[in-house]
């Protein structure tokens, strides 16, 4: 058997287990798998670096299936190298309740895939992350224990989508030249030809941005082959601009639009099957076949122990360094970091922007946290997110810690959840809160992924001012905390804000929203001795003198509002208490007793948020009292915007003594 | 005085005024129209087809400053070419409250302004609408009415944002050639030189996507002059690249990002004051110049009435039809035709899938209704957009009603807005309910500057079953709902669809949303004589017999399960009412009395959606029952999602048994 016809055997069993398991479901994506089978086979049984025995191994290529929704092309892969994760059964199961293989690929289900995928272009972006973090922990512990490539394999659609604009742009600026990226040039989308809605020349884009691309034969192993050789060996990300058949092997089906995202049906699997010379049942794959294929599972296994080897020999500080980072293990000394920090707070308060006090805690963690990689959308003096302590990643010097994204926040947003997906960096960003709409697809595969991504959003409402209302939040904060998973904290002054930090840093497996003002607060919180704090999600701030007849519950910048509005009624003889509320999604995990507790039993509850009440009503109840907005915001200097929509303490008075009836 | 000192006297009027503003607003970003002044100068004197008198002709050029944070650009461009929407006092209150110079253009403040820019990217994405618009209708209507051109001026900023690619690429396959884009290319951005993020070469990039690209100095008026007489002539739509100097004219600090966004200070501006040969207070225009450029403003005037003459010649049903189309009046058949359509419904229901409703509708209005542009972002199977009257518009041959968008969600909506804003258009589009992530920015924009675009979402629930909880929405209900003045419709059967439609299409200023499902409903409504229907944005759909002491509201999908769990609860004896809740937005809007009949007075009061809860307290109080989404969905069959995550009618049931007390 010629290696040609080998290649063939291999590639044709993805495509089996995948036509099959599409049938079998009655639903899902041939097309791709199909058309895609010959660069896979390629990729995993002659280049990736990777143990089906370790899907952890921290030092492994990367694959990202951006075109997630031939996502049985990575269960093939899967289960033919031989990853426990995926069994026969489990490809049997394909798109079923609970099962390992869901419609598209869940990382947080099935081990050995590195990102949930499947809204296009999103696994591009997280891509340039998983470039980036190699190239930066390469620089800061070393080639010898980080060294990998990342692979993509992306489909004309996450080409088209705009995300991919902005990540080929930092990718191709940044240099990232381990980043190779398959682009599966079916010339098929569902409206029919590609032709129908595009005649970019993607060779030439992608050389504008600062990449190599080259155009092969996406069905010739050699071909394939040689331009991964040669994208190895590039200065540059590479473009593999793969020629292929969507539905490779279907007769009659396949290069049609209708191989795309249905069944192939009985009559056109028969051909196939027939095409590829394999008289098996369905799911059926020649022992020799996957014989080869788990030998192909292997191929790594001396690299692997040669790299265990390194790793072990690593300075024996750096090496414990190097094992904390890859178990997403925090240092010891944060802790005492933030302790120094709020005893200097409570020693000399700061009437700062709560913007300005997230700088502060940078500041003061920075050295304590060598995995913070921060960076900015192009805001860095408006965002605060860059600190003394953080030099700038730049292109072939990928040591510092701070990334300019440039105006690219899909961008930024899509390669964080790549680079806190690699393991070792968690990473920060920086924009206006408005701006979270334009990265709100990765936020919200942040939050279903489970990933430790942190996402500061400054200027938090119609307190931006004169930019106006196209620049001031109003509905944000109720969109992002309707994120399930997601923690969105609004803190009101410096100690909750490294309060919210410090739980944004502590909770594995959740990405935080920061959302933090332009203007300056007061410092309310004084005293170590707070019973409970930004931990509950809210807590009373301010207690009533005697039993309260009003509680306000307030967030962020309008904490101090309602503080102030609380002297106004203590002093007309109206015993107000005062709760914060930094974080709504933690309030709502705590118990009953608690919940109760914080919300009381003072007749006139009030919320006071500079932003719409959607969210309020689960605490305020839907017949307490709202002093927020309900209308976009309007062009002018902060203060008189904030007396513009009547969000003023005065406002808070004269509602709680209505509805006291006075 | 040669030619180009007296332009450059005229540009320099632009600088002055705009610094002038900044500074005395203590706010604002006098970089961008001290650094295109040359470029609108150009434009605005010598090539741009407009009518300070008139700003609404309709064939009027049409400029998009997509660089909004410029607006002190536009504003004196309003001023001295003597559009009467701006007059000295409006530019010395630049930035304040209700002035009509707000931080960024808003054209509901300000005849004159296109459209409402300031998010990066917009601009150019409208401006593809505006261009496509233009197309549309000369086909429709002739070149004699509709000959037009489209300017953009973009920044650094809009070319970097991912929409720009879904922007440009589709511009470039549909050669629209009468869109020119002229690049701010002053290598600045806010964290300093543009080096720190990009490399992109940009005219290079255009080029690969199908457009002409050049570079000039966009300092020298001829250069310019000559690069738009080259775009105007030519086959596709154009970059101009025009190499500027961010603050041009402000002594030391031009150059650099220190004049972005903030005032220059006095020292620098009388420094500009004095290069500029201007010896005035501030604010101070020499007579001669104003002079000019009011002569300027008057260049099209012979235009414009040879333009009068021309539509006042067409035919007269066409000439009927275009002024109908141009003051966005529905023709009087339409409401005939939705009349047809729900006397055919009540007398032959159907059981479908809304987004087939939808298409059923769309075929019903399609001939009555020649301005509905419709389209789909690569979903025209899924979203049924497309009926038999819509041809597609093509490349070169505008007169479809039909666009192929590609993936390109965020371009598309963008787009849409444009199209709206143009006149003449309804634009209407596809895509899924949780790609309506990707576009949120447009959909923000619709929503704040009233613009009549209609977007539908299909797939809307974890009803989309197998495709997992990467494609199923269930917080995107809540996050659209929150957008102020944003129509969210979920129709529960094909009669509430055409209601949706109906009230859609005639609601002019307002964008709406319509939530279709993938999977088939029943008919539930079943007679004409409703009292109220979708129009009150919720209504009793099935009333109890007797006095109810369980109120189900739904929407969408769960209203027939609703209506199945109300045949249970009444055959267990409990009197139970319906509540179709198709329009959150409208219900909110009707008086205290309707809303308190709806809501009613049972005991129990349950919500049901396949969706969060988070919108629903206003309607079932935050104490009332709620049958939905508290979490991402997962992947398998639509029935066994809905049974795994217990949305059925028996657990709508339980609950109101359970909370009687039974």
Redesign the interface.
């Known amino acids: 058997m010629t290696s040609r016809e080998q290649h063939d055997r291999l590639a044709n069993a993805i495509r089996i287990l995948s036509m099959d398991a599409v049938e079998k ?1 009655k ?2 994506h041939p097309g791709l798998p199909m058309g895609a089978a010959d660069i896979a086979t390629v990729l995993y049984t002659r280049f990736l670096k990777y143990d089906p025995k370790d899907p952890h191994w921290p030092d492994r290529d990367r694959f990202v299936l951006s075109a ?2 031939g996502s049985m092309l990575i269960y093939s892969l899967l289960y033919l190298s031989g990853y426990e994760s995926i069994n026969l059964d489990d490809i049997k199961s394909f ?5 390992r293989t ?3 690929p ?1 990382n947080f289900m099935t081990f050995g895939i590195e990102v ?5 272009g999103q696994g591009l972006g997280n891509a340039v992350g998983f470039a980036l973090a190699e190239r930066h922990l390469a620089a800061q512990f070393g080639s010898e224990v980080v060294d990998h490539y990342t692979y993509v394999l992306a489909s ?2 996450d080409l ?7 990540s080929i ?2 990718a ?2 940044l240099k990232l030249n381990k980043l190779i990226v398959f682009w599966d040039d079916n010339r098929i ?4 030809p ?1 032709s ?7 060779v ?2 992608f ?4 990449w190599n691309a080259e155009r092969i034969d996406g069905h010739d192993p050699e071909a394939i082959a040689a331009a991964i050789e040669r994208a190895q060996n590039s200065d540059k990300p590479t473009l593999i601009a793969c020629r292929t058949t969507i539905g490779f092997g279907a007769p009659e089906k396949a290069g049609t639009s209708s191989v795309h995202g249905s069944p192939l049906g009985a009559a056109t699997i028969e051909g196939a099957r027939k095409a590829f010379g394999v008289d098996l049942p369905a799911f059926g794959i020649p022992d020799d076949v996957l014989s080869a294929w788990r030998e192909a599972g292997l191929r790594s296994q001396d690299a692997h122990a040669e790299w265990k080897k390194r790793a072990e020999a690593l300075d024996s500080s750096k090496k414990a360094e190097f094992e904390r980072r890859n178990r997403a293990e925090l240092p010891e000394s944060l802790g005492g970091a933030f302790d120094k920090l709020k005893d200097s707070l409570f020693s000399a308060p700061k009437e700062v922007a709560t913007r300005k006090s997230s700088e502060i805690v940078l500041d003061a963690i920075a050295d304590h946290l060598p995995e913070l990689l921060s960076g ?1 959308a ?5 965002n605060n997110t860059k600190v003394k302590a953080f030099t ?1 990643v730049a ?1 072939g010097d990928y040591a510092g810690r701070f990334v ?8 930024m947003a899509a390669a964080m959840n790549g680079l806190a997906q690699h393991g070792g960096i968690i990473p920060v960003s920086g924009t206006f809160l ?2 979270s ?2 990265c ?2 990765s936020i ?2 942040a ?2 992924a489970g990933i430790h991504s942190i996402f500061v959003f400054t200027h938090d409402s119609i307190g931006v ?7 001031q939040p ?2 944000h904060l ?2 992002l ?5 997601l923690m969105v904290f609004r803190p009101c002054d410096t100690v909750e804000t490294a309060e919210a930090w410090e739980i944004a840093l502590r909770t594995e497996g959740h990405p935080s929203v920061l959302a933090l003002t332009r203007q300056n607060l007061p410092q309310l919180r004084l005293e170590a001795a707070q019973a409970d704090t930004t931990a509950r999600g809210a807590y009373e701030i301010r207690s009533a003198e005697g039993e309260a007849k009003v509680s306000i519950f307030a967030s962020g910048s309008e904490v101090s509002l309602a503080v102030e509005a609380k002297a106004k009624l203590d002093a007309a003889g109206v015993p107000t208490r005062v709760v914060s509320v930094p974080c709504m999604e933690l309030f709502f995990q705590q118990d009953e007793t608690y919940r109760a507790k914080v919300i009381g039993t003072a007749p006139v509850r009030i919320g006071v948020e500079a932003a ?1 009440r ?2 309020w ?2 605490i305020i ?3 307490g009292g709202f002093v927020g907005m ?3 915001g ?4 902060a203060n ?2 904030y007396e ?1 929509f009547g969000i003023t303490s005065d406002a808070v008075v004269a509602m709680a003594q209505e509805r006291l009836g006075r």
């Open positions: 479901a639903s899902g997630g929704h798109r079923q309740l609970n099962s869901p419609g598209h869940e949930t995928t499947g809204p296009l004309d659609g088209m989508e705009g995300i991919s604009h902005e742009g930092i191709g600026h989308s569902i409206d029919g590609i129908l809605s595009d005649s970019t020349d993607q030439a884009r050389i504008a941005h600062g900015s192009d805001l860095t003096p408006s700038e292109p300019h994204w440039g105006i690219r926040e899909h961008g408005v701006f709409d334009y709100r697809p919200r595969l939050a279903l001012g004169e930019d106006g209302p196209t620049h109003v509905e109720a969109a905390r309707a994120i399930p998973g719409l959607l969210t009503d689960a109840g839907s017949d309900d209308s976009f309007a062009s002018g200097p008189e915007v513009h």
